[in-house]
Antibody, heavy 120, light 111 residues
């Protein structure tokens, strides 16, 4: 049974970096699938942010390309989100998710989500 | 980016009746003979849950009351019959073109 769990600070100051961890259990992130970050804004709009493929390659939403980085630690079966220069508009619930890649990128597995508030 | 427009924004359906939710894409999401449109259910305080992938394929463990249809730019999620547990917001999502995008959601209530 594939399970994902997000962790990280729930409050970040404007202009700082947001860093989150997704811990995956029940499946090795190097065995297959792509591993995504998705966020949901207040008001419920969903935005796909980017993924790290099981091979280690990454792909990001162009709207975030200059600020986002997704990396991984294969020894801990974790992957990470870093979003730089945050503003209050980055306040959202952040989800990690996993599933097939490429055109078949539907999100079969989800974490419970973590609410991150950007505020001074 | 491909824009997905869902309608209606909300609907109220009686128990045992049919609910139909539409998702229209700003351009075709079909490639290689497949339609890369997927559907999710989200209940308050929970993450989205995959219901349907590639337009009409039922995810494992999802009741057969849920079905999906459509191609190119027009897609439908049908719930028949509606049960009390189906109260939720439903989202479509496309993966034919990067960046992957979601519809704005349809909130289902019981009449």
């Amino acid at each position: 049974d594939v399970q994902l769990q997000e962790s990280g600070p729930d409050l970040v100051k404007p202009s700082q970096s947001l860093s989150l961890t997704c811990t995956v259990t029940g499946y090795s992130i190097t065995s297959g699938y792509s591993w995504h970050w998705i966020r949901q804004f207040p008001g419920n709009k969903l935005e796909w942010m980017g993924y790290i493929h099981y091979s280690g390659s990454t792909n990001y939403n162009p709207s975030l390309k200059s600020r986002i980085s997704i990396t991984r630690d294969t020894s801990k079966n974790q992957f990470f989100l870093q979003l730089n220069s945050v503003t209050t508009e980055d306040t959202a619930t952040y989800y990690c998710a996993g599933g097939p890649y490429g055109s078949s990128a539907w999100f079969a597995y989800w974490g419970q989500g973590t609410l991150v508030t950007v505020s001074a | 980016d491909i824009v997905l427009t869902q309608s209606p924004a909300s609907l109220a359906v009686s128990l045992g009746q049919r609910a139909t939710i539409s998702c229209r894409a700003s351009e075709s999401v079909d490639s290689y003979g497949n339609s890369f449109m997927h559907w999710y259910q989200q209940k308050p305080g929970q993450p989205p849950k995959l219901l349907i992938y590639r337009a009409s394929n039922l995810e494992s463990g999802i009741p057969a009351r849920f079905s999906g249809s459509g191609s190119r730019t027009d897609f439908t999620l049908t719930i028949n019959p509606v049960e009390a547990d189906d109260v939720a917001t439903y989202y479509c999502q496309q993966s034919n073109e990067d960046p992957y995008t979601f519809g704005g959601g349809t909130k289902l209530e019981i009449k």
